[in-house]
């Protein structure tokens, strides 16, 4: 009997643990809905932008916006690791660290590199055996345009001040709730499009073509690096809910078979006992 009650505590365990990641999942579902409206909607507008940009600085003859476009020998390298807060979203976080380790090992392995976490995760992890040089793991409980525009102008400054050569972001681009791609994307300096279509391009400027490109570029700039974030933010939670999923579908399967094997050790013990007492009953009879 007293493997029938370890049984049935590991059946009330894996119960319990099945709401969770079932309330975990609605959760996830819910929030996911809220932030692929808000990345879907920005998409287009954040990638027409950059595209301007980059044909801008491709078709450029003078020095305005040369301060975030200059290309220089790279010594010194920052990489911005967007992760979550939080766990239990399957390999989500740990894709994004294991691509940082990558270029830091590989890509850039000549190379001094450093790191800025956007999120708790990629912080906790990169913290123990590299330089991490600051943690906006704070953003996510704002996610506004003007919170992340922060984060821009400080790794806009740390460019054009020369503390940094070479500025590469690492996140997680949302596809679908199912599908997260890592991406490994250049913030700075600005790529410029080498396409001969976009160099052919007569733009018409008004006002001069300097002020334009002055002003755009810095909002270019914290644009990208909001999409990003957003990309990760409905990543995370698709993320989420796909673990969620597949843990609450492991927990039911195997409280199905802590289930049959509760019935089958109870069968055996009912039998036992009915055995024990008929062969009772023979020994009084004889």
Do not use: W
Not at 83 to 98: D, E, P, Q, Y
């Amino acid at each position: 009997m007293a493997n029938l009650k370890e049984i049935r505590n590991r059946i009330a365990s894996v119960s319990s643990t099945m709401q969770i990641t079932s309330a975990m999942k609605m959760v996830s579902a819910a929030k996911l809905k809220k932030a692929q409206d808000a990345i879907t909607a920005m998409r287009p507008y954040a990638n027409k932008l950059t595209e301007l940009i980059q044909n801008l600085s491709g078709s450029m003859d003078m020095d305005a916006g040369s301060a975030y476009a200059d290309e220089r020998p790279v010594q010194k390298v920052l990489v911005v690791t967007i992760t979550s807060n939080r766990g239990l979203c399957g390999a989500f976080n740990s894709n994004v660290i294991k691509q940082c380790i990558s270029l830091q090992e590989d890509t850039y392995k000549d190379k001094e590199v450093h790191f800025m976490a956007i999120g708790k995760k990629g912080n906790d992890l990169l913290r123990k055996k590299n330089t991490v040089i600051a943690n906006h793991s704070t953003v996510y409980d704002d996610l506004s345009f003007d919170n992340v525009a922060e984060i821009a102008k400080e790794l806009m400054t740390y460019f054009s001040e020369g503390t940094y050569d070479h500025i590469v972001m690492v996140y997680n681009k949302f596809k679908n709730a199912a599908t997260q791609i890592l991406m490994t994307e250049q913030f700075l300096p600005i790529v410029a499009s080498k396409s001969e279509s976009s160099s052919a391009t007569d733009y018409i400027f008004e006002p001069e073509q300097e002020r334009i490109v002055m002003e755009l570029i810095p909002k270019s700039l914290k644009t990208q690096i909001y999409k990003a974030v957003r990309d990760s933010f409905a990543s995370e939670h698709g993320a989420r809910m796909t673990a969620m999923h597949k843990a609450t579908d492991n927990a039911s399967e195997l409280r199905d078979q802590l289930k049959l094997t509760y019935n089958k050790a109870r069968q055996a013990a009912i039998t036992n006992e009915i055995l024990e007492i008929v062969g009772g009953a023979e020994a009084l009879n004889n």
